[in-house]
């Protein structure tokens, strides 16, 4: 193990670069978001409903750190804007789930794609030993965040692609 101030320096050498890649992501995203008619608000309440499925208002503002009240109204807004509706829940009539539409769906998997394809162009850049490099460090960081798929194994190819478009 690297010397204390060795490994600290490094962990802050490595927090400077992923903070300066998600940067990176962000700038090649931010012409077509900035183009989207929507609040971060109902950005961030399609996003989730897009992501975990449909569920009740009150989850999706717990999600949101809104009361209820509240995260009905961004309900209705996202309605309006033909990206979510309320059903009723096949399994209990009694209540209602907030599920995105295929708008939603849509958006969400364009403004995915464009980040996909950004990060995968600049992974194909790398060199085979420098992709080895990142694969471990991101398995580690894996590991010790306590992804569930993620048991100490490498990254397989075809995952470590998985990894990038994720």
């Given amino acids: 193990m690297p010397h204390p101030d060795a490994h600290e320096k490094l962990v802050a050498e490595c927090h400077d670069a992923a903070h300066r890649v998600f940067a990176a992501v962000n700038r090649e995203a931010g012409p077509e978001l900035l183009s989207l008619d929507l609040t971060m608000g109902q950005f961030k309440a399609m996003a989730i409903v897009t992501m975990y499925g449909p569920q009740p208002v009150g989850e999706l503002g717990r999600r949101l750190g809104l009361s209820e009240p509240a995260a009905s109204l961004l309900v209705d807004r996202l309605a309006e804007l033909g990206l979510a509706v309320r059903e009723r829940d096949a399994h209990d009539g009694r209540r209602t ?18 980040r996909e394809e950004h990060v995968l162009s600049w992974l194909g850049a790398l060199s085979s030993a420098d992709l080895e490099g990142l694969a471990r460090g991101l398995t580690g960081l894996l590991r010790v965040a306590g992804d569930p798929d993620e048991k100490g194994a490498p990254l397989a190819p075809a995952r470590a692609g998985e990894a990038a478009r994720g």
């Fill in 97 to 114: 789930l907030v599920t995105a539409t295929a708008v939603a769906k849509e958006l969400a998997a364009r403004l995915r794609r464009g």
